[in-house]
């Protein structure tokens, strides 16, 4: 099946500093790519949505300047989180579809990253 | 707004008994409903589907029926195991101006003991 690999697994950083998380494809081209959080005990909440060589649509209350979204290539997302507090501290799981294939519905999920803003 | 309401977890069960995990939804047009489930460590993985009222969507062992006039979609299995044991989360797509978006519920964690 479609895997979708995300790294790091993990990242504790300081305040202040900028992150960035890569999402990966393996298997297939991806021309769509989701970007979510999930908080402990809640749901996951999209945060934007990319396109393979366009600007990220970013749900509203997402702020755009601090969750930046790089979809450069069919297989590879990038979400920086800039300038890190510890309010951004979460779980960061990313998704992958490829709209030309026949299954329209189904996103394929990576496993996720945890950021720990100390 | 689009939500999905489900049964607040964790849910314990022995091996081999009945499995129920209730999920309403809200929803503008005529929404996809999902179970999605996330093994410990892995990403979250399709488990079934429904496209229309009436639908079932089944898969390993799994049951799901999209019931529009209750707004429901419940997971069912008659004979769970412990590799049952993982995350279950129900959504649901609705197409909105061509930018399809999925509306997670909280999650239920399950867990089986022999």
């Known amino acids: 099946g479609a895997v979708v690999s995300q790294h790091p697994s993990w990242v504790i950083c300081k305040s202040g500093t900028s992150v960035k998380i890569e999402c990966r494809s393996l298997?297939?081209?991806?021309?769509?790519m989701f970007w979510y959080r999930q908080f402990p005990k809640q749901s996951l909440m999209l945060m934007a949505t990319?396109?393979?060589?366009?600007?990220?649509?970013?749900e509203q209350g997402v702020e755009k300047d601090k969750f930046l979204i790089n979809h450069a290539s069919l297989t590879l997302s990038t979400l920086t989180v800039t300038s890190a507090h510890p309010e951004d501290s979460s779980f960061y799981i990313c998704?992958?579809?490829?709209?030309?294939?026949?299954?329209?519905?189904?996103?394929?999920f990576g496993p996720g990253t945890r950021l720990t803003v100390t | 707004g689009n939500s999905v309401t489900q049964m607040e977890g964790p849910v314990t069960l022995s091996e081999e008994a009945f499995l129920t995990i209730n999920c309403t939804y809200t929803?503008?047009?005529?929404?996809?409903l999902f179970w999605y489930v996330q093994y410990p460590g892995e990403g979250l993985q399709l488990l079934l589907k429904?496209?229309?009222?009436?639908d079932k969507g089944s898969n390993k062992g799994f049951e799901a029926t999209y019931r529009k006039e209750t707004t429901s979609f419940h997971l069912e299995k008659g004979s769970v195991q412990v590799s049952d044991s993982a995350v279950y989360f129900c959504?649901?797509?609705?197409?909105?101006?061509?930018?399809?978006?999925?509306?997670f519920g909280t999650g239920t964690r399950l867990t089986i003991i022999p």
């Open positions: 298997d297939f081209q991806a021309t769509t």
């Open positions: 429904a496209t229309k009222a009436d």
């Open positions: 998704s992958a579809r490829d709209f030309r294939l026949a299954e329209y519905y189904e996103q394929y």
């Open positions: 959504a649901l797509s609705d197409i909105n101006f061509g930018n399809e978006k999925l509306t």
């Open positions: 990319s396109n393979e060589g366009s600007k990220a649509t970013y």
């Open positions: 929803a503008t047009g005529y929404p996809s």
